[in-house]
């Protein structure tokens, strides 16, 4: 090589140490994000609540927006099968019932080949009934009985 230099010495090897391996950083990286991954799905039911609390939740806010005329909201938490059936005011129809409801136990069901919450409602007049709710895209309303 020729040329000026800015150091009489010439050029060195930038590099001039025997390389190092860091098999225990890559170790690290990949053990934390296996402990993360793991950390993520224990922690999912805590933050959206178990398949039960998911259902007496839906069936809290569907029975709320019947009450107060809200056919939108209502209507958004029906499932598929139950807004194909017909229109959306036709098919909530079905729903209604005169008076304050509350929801008195939860049970696991099955609706067709899907798993479901069979959430037991009771009115203020002694009335009782039994929404299914099915997981499409959340918890969805999707059948009752009584």
């Not at 609390?53 to 056919?71: N, P, S």
């Not at 194909?84 to 005011?89: L, M, P, T």
Request: proline share 4%.
């Amino acid at each position: 090589m020729s040329g000026p230099y800015l150091y009489d010495e010439g050029p060195e090897a930038l590099h001039t140490g025997t390389p190092r391996r860091r098999n225990g950083l890559l170790l690290g990286i990949f053990g934390g994000t296996v402990a993360l991954a793991v950390a993520m799905v224990v922690a999912l039911p805590l933050v959206k609540g178990s398949g039960e609390e998911q259902a007496r939740e839906a069936v809290g806010v569907f029975l709320a927006a019947l009450e107060a005329g809200d056919t939108e909201t209502a209507g958004d938490l029906l499932c598929q099968a139950e807004r194909d059936r017909g229109e959306v005011g036709d098919v909530l129809a079905g729903y209604e019932h005169p008076g304050d409801a509350e929801v008195v136990g939860v049970a696991e069901g099955r609706l067709g080949d899907q798993d479901s919450q069979e959430v037991r409602v009771r009115w203020d007049d002694g009335a009782e009934a039994t929404l299914a709710v099915v997981l499409e895209d959340g918890p969805r309303v999707c059948g009752t009985s009584g």
